[in-house]
């Protein structure tokens, strides 16, 4: 049987960096303090007019490359974990083969909001597992959620940043690399978040444009224990079909939404919370593309080492949560 471990890692956030103190005197009010005290975040990069999610893949993408050790010819497969695509049709997955000259590779793109890049991690391990020609898997998670903001709401768009987190996946025969994965969704509460104009629900038309309609939106309040309640409990089955004891993890990889809620899941884990790699506080929240950007940003600090037990957390609109367990 093949296993699929992950060979190189890389993220590239824009160039722009808008601090907290930006908020502050475009609402005239103190947005700075919550922002640090309760979300970690002390600033954000967002792109430039000129650039698509496609255009934050590829710098991320060459970097994992580099790492792996391999060129884009080598990949046999890209997938794309993004809910701000370049095009609602076709797949970014397809522009980004085509900006790379991955001539070999399959496309596709990943739609779980911010669970994404933690599915398209499993998804991509059991291509590997169940196809022999399937030796180079390079998995993206993207965010360009800056241009889907309602400056007129502080509670949100203070929040969403850009950036883009790759790996490279390569096929072994040694027991090692991604090892098990767990699912959980409540999806009642899919109308609670998201961008909810623009597909076949609610196409764009001018009186979407002119209610913003087709801009990131907080409609219900998804309860804030949500993810804390749910978390510790999606990680024990994981290290149950890992054969592990989630004592024994040496890193978490959580979605860097709320600092919180990763408090509250490594305290009722009785672990200590500085397990888990935080980067919200360098580049605000970036969804989907947030726990590949955390594990390249923990890589490049020489955090891990081989042999260390991973976890992954993804969870995003859907509401979707999903983990796996790793062996680096």
Request: hydrophobic share 40%.
């Amino acid at each position: 049987m093949s296993y699929a471990y992950i060979a190189g890692t890389g993220h590239y956030a824009p160039e722009k960096i808008v601090p907290n103190q930006f908020f502050n005197d475009l609402y005239k009010k103190d947005i700075d303090t919550f922002l640090k005290e309760q979300r970690n975040i002390y600033q954000r990069h967002w792109m430039s007019s000129e650039q698509s999610t496609s255009d934050l893949i590829i710098p991320a993408a060459e970097q994992a490359m580099k790492a792996a050790g391999i060129k884009a010819e080598d990949l046999h497969l890209i997938i794309v974990a993004t809910d701000t695509p370049d095009y609602l049709s076709p797949s970014t997955a397809s522009v980004v083969q085509n900006k790379l000259k991955a001539v070999n590779a399959g496309t596709f793109d990943m739609n779980a909001a911010c669970a994404g890049f933690v599915t398209a991690l499993d998804t991509a391990s059991r291509y590997i597992q169940t196809d022999s020609t399937m030796k180079n898997i390079l998995v993206v998670g993207a965010y360009a959620m800056s241009k889907w903001l309602n400056l007129e709401d502080y509670k949100i768009a203070t929040l969403f940043a850009d950036g883009a987190g790759a790996v490279v996946l390569k096929s072994t025969q040694e027991k090692t690399g991604i090892l098990a994965a767990s699912y959980k969704s409540l999806g009642e509460f899919h109308d609670y978040m998201g961008i909810y104009a623009g597909g076949s629900y609610k196409p764009f038309n001018q009186d979407v444009l002119d209610k913003k309609e087709h801009l990131l939106s907080f409609p219900k309040r998804i309860p804030p224990e949500t993810n804390g309640n749910n978390w510790p409990g999606l990680i024990k089955q994981t290290c149950e079909k890992a054969g592990w004891n989630y004592r024994d993890i040496n890193h978490f990889f959580i979605t860097q939404f709320n600092v919180q809620s990763i408090y509250e899941t490594m305290d009722k884990l009785e672990l200590p919370r500085e397990k888990a790699h935080l980067i919200m506080q360098s580049y605000g929240y970036t969804g989907s593309a947030s726990i590949g950007m955390c594990l390249s940003d923990a890589v490049q600090e020489k955090k891990l080492k081989k042999g260390d037990k991973l976890m992954f957390v993804g969870s995003g609109g859907g509401l979707s949560m999903v983990s796996v367990a790793a062996e680096w």
